[in-house]
């Protein structure tokens, strides 16, 4: 069964550095949009950053100039470096991605990854 692998959380000190990396557990055919979205404890699940298949971007305001999303197709990757990190980044972050498993199948699925941790504290 298909799924995303997730890497690269932990704990950090506020202005410190991370690099998360996600990608796929199989082969796949076509990926198109991945992101990172998080969750706070007490909070819902909300978008952090995504990069469309042609390196379009998109952030969310609270971490624009300090998150960089970035992909490298021919690895079916996607990282988030995450700079100037802040007591409140601290959340699960989970990976997503819209992916075509294989030729055969026509349309796009949704997965999920199961989440990794960064806890932003002194």
């Known amino acids: 069964q298909l799924h995303l692998v997730e890497s690269g959380g932990g704990l950090v000190q506020p202005g410190g550095s991370l690099r998360l990396s996600c990608a796929p557990s199989?082969?796949?055919?076509?990926?198109?949009?991945m992101g990172w979205y998080r969750q706070a404890p007490g909070k819902e699940r909300e978008s952090v950053a995504t990069i469309t298949s042609d390196g379009f971007v998109n952030y969310a305001d609270s971490v624009k100039g300090r998150f960089t999303i970035s992909r490298d197709n021919a690895k079916n990757t996607v990282y988030l470096q995450m700079n100037s990190l802040k007591p409140e980044d601290t959340a699960v972050y989970y990976c997503?991605?819209?992916?075509?498993?294989?030729?055969?199948?026509?349309?796009?699925?949704?997965?999920w990854g199961k989440g990794t941790l960064v806890t932003v504290s002194s």
């Open positions: 199989g082969e796949t055919y076509s990926i198109k949009t």
């Open positions: 997503n991605a819209a992916i075509r498993e294989s030729l055969i199948r026509l349309h796009y699925n949704d997965y």
